[in-house]
């Protein structure tokens, strides 16, 4: 089916959550800009993962810089969001249980802070060193002080670092409602969604990608930003480019909804940070507990490379299971209720891809957030945005730009 | 290690009994389970021992006569004395496991308020879970007093205190003809029946079996008898009350289901059911190929069901399935399809099983009329001008239309982002209520013929963690478990109930 499309100044390949950060900070630099998805809004790992917005887990460095840039921006996001996006209905029937109605930004956003507990006193001392080289705000908590942050926390643990900046927000309502925003608020025609359009190629000028070739026609732009997640790497090669994006399967389980909270922060084990930076192609499960607005308390998740199977590993879900019930004794009585895996899109050196690709003029990506897509996503749009509009980026970009794997490989 | 068993079977309706029995009495080690307290699945659900009532036939008015329950009866009491019978174990994850050979793990709890973990293992499997009521949603079907078909059947089969009660049976199919007559052969009394699609939709098929014309004109007779009035391209569109049911508003309504004309019926009860979903969760699990009910040509949408060759063989190696998971057709059907599953599974595992052509051709003819009636009661997409903005859609996350239609606005364009961004289908009942409605009404039935994809669900039943952490603990498949079972004192509430039961109420 051929269409006839405007010509936007940018089209974004993805309607996740990064593909709707670059679209909104796009059209707040003024650039008209097209999203279209071969799926619906947030269809893809955006819609399957969990919504942590953590700067707890990350070692000092350029993705620390970006977690940090990011929270600060979700915090803006989130107090900006107009009062109508926050109409119960679209929260749900849990009803009420939202606290306070204007608050979370349309997309439960919560500033509800991280807290890291050690099992043993070596694995506290290294989360104090961990905490004293991120330089981020941070309280030490001894272990008496444990549950006066978390009251239902199992004994015997050795202590714990507690985050204030660690927020959550609800993904694909994230995804969803900034593209929408970004719509409202910037002019008529400034940003589009259109759903159901797969890119199958490039439009191209010479080595210039002059827009994209989808199975409803042609679109063209004067640049073109991937952030197909996951499958970035497939569109790069559209372009015949590469950047080597690969699935690290996860699974959460989620629980019934709980009446009333029985976990007040996101909580989780030293043993998770370590499983984050892991280059392990095997399984690795380190629980991250946290409730939600709507009752259930969210139990994720796993990490394997395992393709793109989708098949229900039971086992994966009792070890996931295991962690979350010796942390909170109590949740042993709760049932999981639902279970879903999604496929998160990590790169060899586990930092994203973002920028203009120098191999092909007009292309930039946006992609390869692994597990941390969702609090990445406005940092990633806005400099992305910034790139586009050929401004200095407020970060260097240079970590994270698209041909750092060509050297590498190189012998 | 070796499976414990050669066929685990799930599901203990007229598909699961017949395919357990058949391979038991093939010489397999065999057991079955279902997660209700007795076999019969939806539609032979058994009183409770110990009552009788005075022709317990006469509330299964089966296909052949009132022969039905006393056959599967028998076949239930050949199976136990043969196989392993496990009734109260809820399963709640299936899992082939290719290194060892293909073996099977059913994952389930058993009991009820004392549950238990249990896996069981074995060398094929035969999935029977048969379906469940397909309800609509209209404004006032959350009230108390409105039922599915299903659920009033099994409410008359369960307890029987229907007398006395004035009660609206709405919907489409031939399934409302018997729940109608049971009702009002149980005392209740019968106000009227009204089927959405035209009334003689059947009779006017050129392709009419004659047993089943004759079972539906006996239904027919006994409803006159009752004086229940039979109505087609009628609807109950809207239910009314202030805490239950006091009234419910009937439609006349056009080819496409849109209400053309109303009045209102005082009534306590209302049983509604537009067909039967199959319960795939896992068949889904196990990754075996789908394929599309197709009801008719481009009339509805179709449901996915399993794909099955002429042994009911999935995709799957050593994975079968049998009854209203590979196409809702009836007890009839069922049964023949789980003595095919059996004897193949018994083939399979090297018994000598001669071939017996008869049966092949009594399911291929069973399936031909299953899909004549497929045809024949097809939902049309008008069912949506029923709803108003505030009606519930999904009544667990009590989400109404106007967040549906919200969602969709975001670009929401299937049943999982709507769930997404509005939480319909993201409760107890993890969409087996209002799945159907939500995928229609994100667009996923249009093109017409276009079918929703089966949604996936990783954990089939509702399972503690305490459980579920047991996994990660405990030796291999097949042990017992070394930890005591996590001691359910600790101040904490029990859980609400046992199993969300999506049945009982639409
Ligand atoms: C189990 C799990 C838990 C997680 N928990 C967290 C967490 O707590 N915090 C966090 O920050 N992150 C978390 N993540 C990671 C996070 O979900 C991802 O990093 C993030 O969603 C990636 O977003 P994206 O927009 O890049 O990709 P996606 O959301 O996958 O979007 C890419 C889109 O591109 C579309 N697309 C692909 N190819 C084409 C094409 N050819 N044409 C048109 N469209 C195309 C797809 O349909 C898709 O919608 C988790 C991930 C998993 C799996």
């Not at chain 2, 293909?102 to 029977?128: F, H, K, Q, S």
């Not at chain 2, 449901?303 to 209203?324: F, H, I, L, N």
């Not at chain 2, 399809?337 to 599974?345: I, P, V």
Request: glycine share 14%.
């Amino acid at each position: 089916m051929e269409e006839r499309w405007d010509v936007p100044d940018v089209v974004v390949i993805g309607a996740g959550i990064v593909g709707a950060a670059c679209a909104y900070y796009a059209a707040r630099a003024g650039l008209d800009v097209a999203v279209v998805d071969r799926g619906p809004v947030a269809g893809g790992t955006t819609g399957a993962g969990e919504g942590n917005i953590l700067v707890s887990d990350k070692e000092p460095g350029p993705e620390l810089e970006l977690a940090l840039l990011s929270n600060r921006l979700w915090r803006e996001l989130a107090a900006s969001g107009p009062e109508e996006d926050d109409r119960p209905a679209a929260s749900g029937g849990a009803g009420g249980r939202l606290p306070g109605a204007g608050a979370g930004g349309g997309f439960e956003f919560e500033s509800k802070g991280g807290l890291v507990v050690a099992e043993t006193a070596r694995a506290m001392e290294s989360l104090v060193d961990l905490a004293a080289r991120q330089g981020v705000e941070h309280v030490t908590v001894t272990p008496d002080r444990l549950r006066a942050y978390e009251p239902h926390l199992a004994g015997g643990l050795a202590g714990g670092v507690f985050y204030p900046q660690d927020a959550q927000v609800q993904p694909a309502l994230a995804a969803a409602k900034l593209i929408r925003r970004g719509a409202e608020r910037f002019g008529r025609g400034a940003l589009t969604l259109r759903t159901g359009v797969t890119v199958t190629g490039f439009v191209r000028a010479g080595d210039r990608v002059t827009g994209v070739r989808t199975d409803r026609g042609d679109i063209s732009a004067g640049a073109v930003v991937n952030a197909a997640g996951t499958w970035g790497g497939e569109v790069a090669a559209l372009a015949g480019t590469h950047v080597p994006v690969l699935p690290r399967r996860g699974f959460i389980l989620v629980t019934e909804p709980l009446e009333e909270p029985l976990i007040r922060h996101k909580v989780y084990t030293a043993a998770y940070v370590t499983a984050v930076a892991s280059d392990s192609a095997g399984l690795e499960t380190s629980a991250v507990v946290e409730g939600t607005p709507a009752g259930p308390v969210l139990i994720g998740a796993s990490r394997e490379r395992a393709g793109f199977d989708r098949t229900v590993s039971p086992a994966v879900l009792g070890r996931l299971a295991a962690q979350a019930v010796a942390l909170f004794p109590a949740l042993a009585e709760r049932r999981a209720i639902r279970a879903y895996c999604g496929f998160r899109p990590y790169c060899p050196d586990h930092l994203p891809v973002i920028g203009r690709d120098p191999r092909a003029p007009g292309l930039y990506h946006a992609c390869g957030h692994e597990g941390a897509g969702i609090g990445l996503a406005p940092a990633t749009g806005h400099l992305l945005a910034q790139a586009l509009a050929g401004l200095r980026p407020d970060l260097d970009l240079t970590p994270f730009r698209p041909d750092r794997f060509d050297e590498e490989e190189r012998p | 290690m070796t499976p414990d068993y050669d066929l685990a079977v799930i599901g203990g309706g007229p598909a699961g009994v017949a395919g357990a029995l058949t391979a038991a009495l093939a010489g397999l080690g065999v057991v079955l389970l279902d997660a209700a307290p007795r076999l019969g699945g939806q539609y032979f659900r058994r009183l409770p021992g110990g009552f009788r009532a005075a022709r317990p036939g006469a509330l299964h008015p089966a296909p052949g006569g009132s022969g039905g329950l006393d056959r599967f009866t028998r076949q239930c009491e050949s199976l136990a004395a043969r196989a392993d019978v496990l009734t109260g174990h809820r399963v709640w994850a299936v899992e082939r496991d290719a290194e060892a050979g293909g073996t099977l793990a059913v994952r389930c709890m058993e009991g009820d308020r004392e549950e238990r973990p249990r896996t069981i293992t074995a060398r094929r499997l035969l999935i029977a879970t048969g379906a469940h009521d397909r309800p609509l949603p209209f404004p006032g079907w959350d009230l108390p007093g409105v039922l599915t078909a299903g659920g009033a059947q099994a409410l008359l089969k369960g307890d029987l205190v229907v007398a006395g009660r004035r009660v609206v049976v709405a919907g489409t199919g031939p399934f409302l003809l018997p729940v109608a007559a049971g009702l009002a052969a149980a005392g209740a009394r019968v106000l009227g029946v009204h089927e959405a699609a035209g009334r003689f939709g059947l009779a006017g098929h050129p392709f009419l079996a004659a047993g089943k014309a004759a079972e539906a004109l006996g239904y027919g007779l006994r409803l006159a008898r009752h004086r229940v009035p039979y109505r087609g391209r009628q609807a109950v569109v809207e239910a009314h009350g202030e805490h239950e049911l006091t009234h419910v508003t009937i439609a006349d309504l056009d080819r496409d289901w849109r209400p053309v004309g109303t009045r209102t019926v005082a009534c306590d009860t209302l049983a509604t059911g537009y067909g039967f979903v199959p319960r795939l969760d896992l068949p889904v699990q196990l990754g075996c190929a789908l394929r599309v009910d197709q009801g008719g040509h481009g009339a509805g949408h179709g449901d996915p069901v399993v794909a099955v060759d002429a042994g009911m063989r999935t995709s799957v190696p050593g994975v079968y399935a049998a009854g209203e998971t590979t196409g809702v057709g009836g007890a009839v059907l069922a049964e023949t399809e789980g003595r095919l599953a059996g004897r193949s599974a018994a083939a399979d595992l090297g018994r000598r099983i001669p071939p017996d052509p008869a049966l092949a051709r009594r399911r291929d003819r069973l399936a031909a009329f299953a899909r004549v009636l497929l045809e024949t009661y097809p939902v049309r997409p008008g069912w949506r001008e029923w709803l108003r903005d505030d009606t519930l859609v999904c009544r667990c996350e009590e989400v109404p239309l106007a967040a549906v239609r919200e969602a969709r606005e975001l670009g929401a364009t299937d049943a999982r982002s709507v769930k997404l961004l509005s939480r319909a289908g993201m409760g107890w009942c993890q969409g087996r209520m209002c799945g159907y409605a939500v995928s229609c009404l994100a667009g996923e039935d249009s093109p017409p013929g276009g079918s929703p994809p089966a949604p996936r669900r990783a954990i089939a039943q509702p399972v503690r963690l305490g459980d579920l952490a047991r996994l990660a603990t405990d030796p291999p498949a097949g042990e017992p478990p070394a930890t005591p079972p996590p001691s359910s004192a600790g101040g904490l509430a029990p859980p609400a109930s046992p199993t969300p039961s999506p049945e009982g109420r639409p």
